[in-house]
């Protein structure tokens, strides 16, 4: 779920946003997060679904084809901003983390 | 062998567990959903065998939607990827099923699908529930009031009861469900924080079984009451073709519905015209149920043929020439409360060859609880009347005559009148007798309380 609108992303709305940087259909981001995380991160179609519409209603992504039903998607700015912003807190965790933990085994 | 089987299912739209659990089990004896409509679910015979289902949801998705929007398409696209075969959609909930041994979950993010089924209720369900509540307040306000401020008045009819209870139960039952559903919410999220999934759903299943129980008593209890005051078989036959009536009007206005989507009517156009004709199908209903209870409650009555407890000749020990008859009930009655009135009039040739004309008035109030037996006595002494020979009001008179608990009688402000309330066990008699000339004697008195006393 969006971590109270989209302040964080969970670890699929992560994914999904990464997959996006090349055009792609809704079945083959499932398909390419499957094989990017080695089967460790599953994104079931209700919730990709669910992901996709809050994400374009947020303009974090865009729709770019629609080819009879099939509709493919590609990241905005705002979404790459929204990614990098993930990123870095990410970053930031591991870090400290790091940071913690290297002073403890030191 | 039958192919096909409607059920009525009682499923509430948050409950994907109970659904998917309950489709699975029907698949395993042999019969799979076709479509999940809105009053029954259409399941047709196939090979008993292990079928797995999800739900999802899809906002946009409506029954009054001429069809599929392109969400539901976009949806249905990804589940086929993943290998998911759309089944049917019920409201919001879109239904799948799979054969394969270990498919992908349709939802792996369990804090998303709580936020989408809130969504999905807020939508849905909890207005109607409760915009329900608040017609079923308002309509159980107007009983409540009487039956506090005027409980005699209350229990002179069987409708406040059984208006007041039907409410009450609607009342109740919207108002569990929608607490269960919060419950299941606030557990659900509770669940989810510690990394577990959303919580399994209330007893609302019971709860609806208790209703409709409930429900069906309160029928009862109204049937009973009917024959009980009606009498007669077109009070019995009025109320049945109400009922029928009643289940033709839904099944009309789901066909109206259906028809609209059939002709591609857009979804606010169907949801107004189909509240429109609803609208206007149960005034017509309910004004056919008010005039025509009514009217077949009296034309049974009248045609009934009643024993006269007292009459003229009785109370005189006379003979009476041109003697009417006529009784009315007063109230439809409940099963604490009773009041009928009976009229007799007559004229009688005095010794000095006068024919003069007299009138016996008497109100028998027959009343199951000591409670309200009082309630109801008080109700008539401090019912004071207004004539022309003033303000009237009631005096305890000598009982003994009468052979009654208590007696009163009504006095004006420069005499007596030949109005008496008789007190006997669970019954109260009015009694009035227009005999211009005379009181009563003391044998008239003792005949009026044998004659008026409770039968036992």
């Known amino acids: 779920m969006a971590r109270e609108k989209f302040q964080s992303l969970t670890e699929q709305m992560f994914y999904i946003l990464l997959c996006l940087r090349h ?64 990123y870095r807190r990410l970053t930031t965790l591991v870090e400290d983390y790091r940071a913690c933990i290297g002073e403890e085994e030191l | 062998m039958r192919t096909t089987r409607y059920r009525r299912e009682t499923m509430q739209l948050y409950d994907f567990r109970g659904v998917e659990e309950h489709l699975a089990d029907m698949a395993a004896d042999g019969w799979r959903l076709e ?133 009450l139960l609607i009342l109740f039952f919207y108002g569990s469900n929608a607490l269960l559903y919060r419950r299941w919410h606030r557990k659900s999220l509770e669940s989810i924080a510690c990394g577990g999934p959303c919580a399994a759903a209330g007893p609302y299943r019971a709860l609806g079984r208790v209703f409709s129980v409930l429900m069906l008593f309160n029928l009862a209890y109204m049937l009973t009451q009917v024959m009980r005051s009606g009498t007669s078989a077109i009070t019995v036959v009025f109320t049945l073709a109400y009922m029928v009536v009643y289940v033709l009007v839904v099944a009309v206005l789901e066909q109206a519905r259906r028809f609209m989507r059939k002709r591609q009517v857009s979804r606010g156009k169907n949801i107004v015209g189909v509240s429109v004709l609803g609208i206007f199908l149960f005034c017509v209903l309910n004004f056919l149920l008010i005039f025509g209870l009514m ?119 420069h005499g007596k009148s030949n109005s008496y309330l008789l007190c006997f066990p669970g019954r109260l008699v009015e009694l009035n007798f227009t005999k211009p000339h005379a009181p009563l004697t003391p044998e008239g008195m003792a005949e009026a309380g044998r004659a008026l006393k409770p039968q036992t």
């Not at chain 2, 045609?303 to 009930?329: K, M, N, R, W």
Request: hydrophobic letters at 35%; charged letters at 25%; aromatic letters at 10%.
């Open chain 2, 295 to 413: 009217g077949s409650l009296r034309t049974s009555r009248e045609a009934e043929e009643v024993p006269f407890p007292l009459t003229l000749e009785d109370l005189t020990g006379v003979p009476y020439e041109d003697v009417q008859l006529d009784h009315i009930s007063l109230s439809p009655g409940s099963s604490l409360m009773t009041r009928t009135a009976y009229y007799v009039s007559g004229a009688r040739t005095t010794p000095d060859g006068e024919t003069i004309q007299e009138t016996l008035r008497y109100e028998i109030i027959d009343v199951k609880t000591e409670w309200l037996y009082q309630k109801t006595l008080e109700d008539r002494l401090e019912d004071k009347e207004y004539s022309t020979m003033g303000t009237m009001t009631w005096e305890p008179s000598d009982a003994a005559p009468w052979g009654a608990e208590q007696v009163y009688r009504l006095h004006y402000s």
């Open chain 2, 35 to 167: 479509k999940a409509g809105r009053y029954f679910w259409k399941y047709r015979r196939a090979e008993p065998k292990t079928v797995r289902y999800a739900v999802t949801y899809s906002l946009d998705a409506s029954e009054f939607n001429p069809g599929p929007t392109d969400g539901q398409e976009v949806l249905q696209d990804l589940c086929s990827a993943a290998g998911w075969q759309k089944v049917s959609d019920w409201n919001q909930m879109q239904i799948f099923s799979t054969e394969e041994e270990n498919p992908v979950p349709l939802e792996t993010d369990e804090a998303l699908r709580v936020k989408i089924i809130d969504q999905v209720m807020w939508k849905a369900q909890l207005p109607l529930l409760a915009l329900s509540m608040v017609i079923g307040g308002f309509m159980c306000l107007g009983p409540i009031m009487e039956l506090i401020g005027n409980p005699v008045r209350y229990f002179e009819s069987w409708t406040n009861s059984v208006i007041l209870v039907s409410w």
């Open chain 1, 23 to 86: 055009e792609l259909c809704g079945a083959d981001i499932a398909a390419q997060i499957s094989a990017m995380t080695r089967n460790r991160v599953t994104v079931g179609p209700g919730t990709l679904y669910n992901i996709l519409d809050s994400f374009l209603q947020a303009e974090m992504i865009e729709e770019t084809k629609v080819e009879g039903r099939k509709r493919s998607y590609l990241i905005t700015k705002k979404g790459r901003m929204m990614l990098d912003e993930e």
